[in-house]
């Protein structure tokens, strides 16, 4: 069954304070019980030493028990004296009924009405004992349940006070005490699980809210709405995910302008060779255009064109998804680049561009890369100028060291590029519209080629503008 994530939110909230509430209120309620049976016993041990002091004075002002034995009056009057006050307090009427029992009969029976009382007092639990343990005031059939107190005059046991078991809370405004907190405490908890299931309402609407945002942009990005974004409100994870997605949908929205502008120019080049070829063939067919060498070579040409374009998308894909081979080893990169350049030399010589390289590096310089896509990242540099430099032109080739990295600068002569249209040259299908353009060959394939070479080997280029006045691709390899 489908639950919201607020509804989860405002449970879990809920069920955390029921938890801390309840643990609070149980932890709270034994520990105050605790706390006051603590209390109550040092209040009874003071009773009873108040009360063991009152029979210590009235032995000694009696200078015995003689008075006092079968005196049931005087005996309840000293205990009701004995309180930690130390005024007197009245006997109850029920004690004026006792007079049928012996005189040395104590704790009276209760009456019922009494008796179904959960308390019992002090004075309805104690007994007094000789110094020899003969009963004074007392029952019989008690005695082995007493804990005796001794009476002390002058170093000397006189006599015992002897004390019934009964319940820790023996008095009526004790228990009225403690049923009072306990329903505070209950009242205390209701407030607090009402005001934090308010609060965790509250939260859950607040976390929800974004959540539901978020889970709406995602629908609506799935099915390709890539132009959705999220508001940014808050500096939290929530705004840290919300600004995460507004990524992620840019990114996917670039992603696909890419891929159909890639798609366009794939069958943009893939057509103008092919209409070209079809043109060409259908002359021969129809006799127009004689079937000469020249007819063949054009033929052949627009074949070759074909098939550079798609050995530079086959490679293109292989680099974009890793599958290209590198096989690194240490590797001179100077070396490889002066056989790059004796291998494109009749190609200068054919468009008269000089070429000159600059090695400003004290000693070989040894790095851990592939031989092979070294070469083909020269090579494809190397055709650039050749493509679309102008006749007579120059080319400059530099070679040095900046710290741990080794810098090659290619810098050829007119034709320039503008400043702003640097950093798209190593964009797919881009080319400029100027005399670097597509009438001097390439699909616009060859410096993305050349990008994706250098970041597989940890390293870094960049195009900028020539001080010979046309281009300079800068190419940094860490050694």
């Known amino acids: 069954m489908y639950k919201s994530i607020r509804v989860k939110l405002f449970l879990t909230l809920l069920l955390a304070t029921l938890i801390v509430v309840a643990g609070m209120y149980t932890f709270m309620r034994e520990s105050f019980e605790r706390g006051f049976m603590i209390f109550v016993e040092t209040r009874q041990k003071e009773r009873i030493g108040n009360l ?250 627009d074949v070759m064109r074909l098939n550079r374009l798609t050995e530079d998308l086959y490679q293109l894909s292989l680099s974009d998804q890793g599958a290209l081979s590198y096989r690194k080893t240490q590797t001179d990169p100077l070396v490889i680049l002066k056989e790059d350049l004796n291998a494109f030399a009749p190609e200068f010589e054919r468009r008269n561009i000089s070429v000159k390289l600059e090695n400003q590096l004290a000693e070989p310089i040894i790095i851990h890369a592939d031989p092979d896509r070294l070469s083909q990242l020269y090579r494809n540099l190397l055709k650039n100028t050749v493509n679309y430099t102008d006749n007579a032109g120059r080319l400059l080739i530099t070679a040095s060291l900046d710290a741990n990295k080794i810098l090659f600068s290619f810098q050829d002569s007119a034709p320039g590029v503008l400043e702003q249209d640097l950093p798209r040259l190593f964009d797919r299908f881009y080319r400029l519209e100027s005399s670097r353009s597509r009438s001097h060959g390439g699909a616009g394939l060859g410096l993305a080629i050349c990008r994706n070479i250098v970041e597989a080997h940890n390293g870094h280029i960049y195009a900028a503008v020539s001080p010979l006045g046309g281009l300079e691709i800068k190419v940094e390899l860490p050694i």
């Open 52 to 301: 063991i002091e009152a029979l210590t004075n009235y032995y000694a002002s009696d200078e015995g028990w003689r008075k006092l034995a079968n005196n049931k009056g005087k005996w309840i009057e000293i205990l009701s004296q004995a309180n930690p006050h130390g005024h007197y307090t009245p006997p109850p009427p029920w004690l004026n009924d006792i007079a049928a029992e012996p005189a040395n009969a104590w704790p009276p029976k209760l009456p019922k009405e009494y008796s179904k009382r959960h308390f019992v007092p002090l004075e309805m639990r104690v007994m007094l004992l000789k110094a020899d343990k003969n009963i004074l005031f007392g029952r019989t059939e008690q005695l082995s349940q007493l804990s005796l107190n001794p009476i002390y005059h002058e170093n000397r046991i006189v006599g015992f006070l002897g004390v019934l078991p009964g319940k820790p809370l023996n008095q009526l405004g004790e228990i009225q005490f403690m049923e009072q907190q306990a329903e505070s405490f209950v009242w205390i908890a209701v407030l607090m699980i009402s005001l934090s299931a308010s609060l965790a309402l509250l939260l859950a609407y607040i976390l929800g809210r974004p959540l539901k945002r978020i889970i709406a942009a995602s629908k609506a990005l799935a099915i390709g709405r890539y132009d959705t974004r999220l508001p940014i409100d808050s500096h939290d994870e929530l705004g840290q995910l919300a600004h995460n997605f507004n990524d992620l949908a840019a990114a996917l929205e670039q992603a696909e302008q890419t891929r159909r502008r890639w798609v366009a120019d794939i069958s943009h080049e893939l057509r103008t060779p092919l209409s070209v070829l079809r043109g060409e063939l259908e002359a021969l067919q129809d006799g127009i255009r004689p079937l000469t060498g020249d007819a063949v070579d054009s033929l052949y040409g």
